[in-house]
């Protein structure tokens, strides 16, 4: 009965700790791999069935509630994997994508991990609403230096002063530590707007020098 109570919290350690094997600074890329792991609960479930099965033969009633609990629960946690990542994707080509729509040429080796904000209700305080929460992580640190060596000074800044009005609080929040900053409005087509514009889509970028990762957020002003 105890092994079945301690399932749960040593799949929870193990998910844990595999998800600690990635690089990982981000809340965003935190939560995509502890999600990423969750299926590790379903081998601990082994365990809660045994003491079920136990408590049935046994008839031991205490044996057969630890094991319905704790089996529940870790089959609870196993199905994040499936809906959890629902709303998450990978794919390098959205990327791409805004490199092209901004003219940027960022490094080569990377990935991203992007969380959609447009499926489902959002409810808002400043009628700012996101759509995309994305982290993408370079790993050259050749390629890394040749585009920090070649910022475009119209395009990116060492603070985000010009645009506090725009972006949401908690875009600024996220990214206080980082060292350079882009604003783009997709209606106007100019960098760093200094007033927020009803139904106008704009995209927040923020550079972090010392973990060489790019943060990247669309949102629209309501």
Same mark, same amino acid.
């Given at each position: /009965? $105890?092994?079945a109570v301690?399932?749960?919290?040593?799949?929870?350690?193990?998910?844990?700790?595999l998800?600690n094997t990635?690089?990982?600074s981000?809340?965003?890329?935190?939560?995509?791999?502890?999600?990423?792991?969750?299926?590790?609960?379903?081998?601990?479930m082994? $365990? =809660?069935v045994?003491?079920?099965?136990?408590?049935?033969?046994?008839?031991?009633?205490?044996?057969?509630?630890v094991?319905?609990v704790?089996?529940?629960l870790?089959?609870?946690?196993?199905? +994040?994997?499936?809906?959890?990542?629902?709303? &998450?994707?990978?794919? =390098?080509? &959205?990327? !791409?994508?805004l490199?092209?729509?901004?003219? #940027?040429?960022? =490094? !080569?080796e990377?990935s991203?991990?992007?969380?959609?904000?447009?499926k489902?209700?959002? @409810?808002?305080s400043?009628? $700012?609403y996101?759509k995309?929460?994305?982290?993408?992580?370079?790993?050259?640190a050749g390629?890394?230096?040749? +585009? #920090?060596?070649?910022?475009d000074?119209?395009?990116?800044?060492s603070?985000? !002063?010009?645009f506090?009005?725009? $972006?949401?609080?908690?875009?600024?929040?996220? @990214?206080?530590?980082?060292?350079y900053?882009l604003? &783009?409005?997709r209606?106007?087509?100019?960098?760093?707007?200094?007033?927020? /514009?009803p139904?106008?889509n704009?995209i927040y /970028?923020?550079?972090?020098t !010392?973990?060489?990762?790019?943060h990247i /957020?669309?949102?629209i002003?309501?």
């Amino acid at each position: /009965m $105890i092994a079945a109570v301690w399932s749960l919290i040593g799949s929870l350690l193990v998910m844990n700790g595999l998800s600690n094997t990635h690089p990982s600074s981000a809340t965003l890329e935190s939560t995509y791999y502890l999600m990423h792991y969750c299926w590790v609960a379903w081998l601990f479930m082994l $365990i =809660p069935v045994g003491c079920l099965v136990y408590g049935i033969l046994s008839k031991r009633k205490k044996n057969v509630a630890v094991g319905i609990v704790f089996a529940g629960l870790l089959l609870i946690v196993g199905c +994040f994997y499936f809906v959890g990542l629902k709303q &998450y994707a990978t794919d =390098p080509a &959205y990327l !791409e994508g805004l490199e092209a729509e901004l003219g #940027l040429s960022l =490094p !080569e080796e990377r990935s991203i991990i992007t969380e959609d904000w447009t499926k489902g209700t959002q @409810t808002s305080s400043d009628d $700012i609403y996101y759509k995309y929460d994305s982290v993408a992580r370079f790993y050259d640190a050749g390629e890394v230096s040749a +585009f #920090l060596s070649t910022l475009d000074a119209g395009k990116w800044h060492s603070e985000t !002063e010009p645009f506090a009005g725009v $972006i949401p609080l908690l875009a600024g929040l996220q @990214t206080r530590d980082c060292a350079y900053f882009l604003l &783009y409005c997709r209606e106007t087509k100019n960098f760093a707007e200094t007033e927020a /514009m009803p139904r106008y889509n704009y995209i927040y /970028m923020a550079w972090d020098t !010392e973990e060489s990762v790019l943060h990247i /957020m669309e949102f629209i002003q309501k």
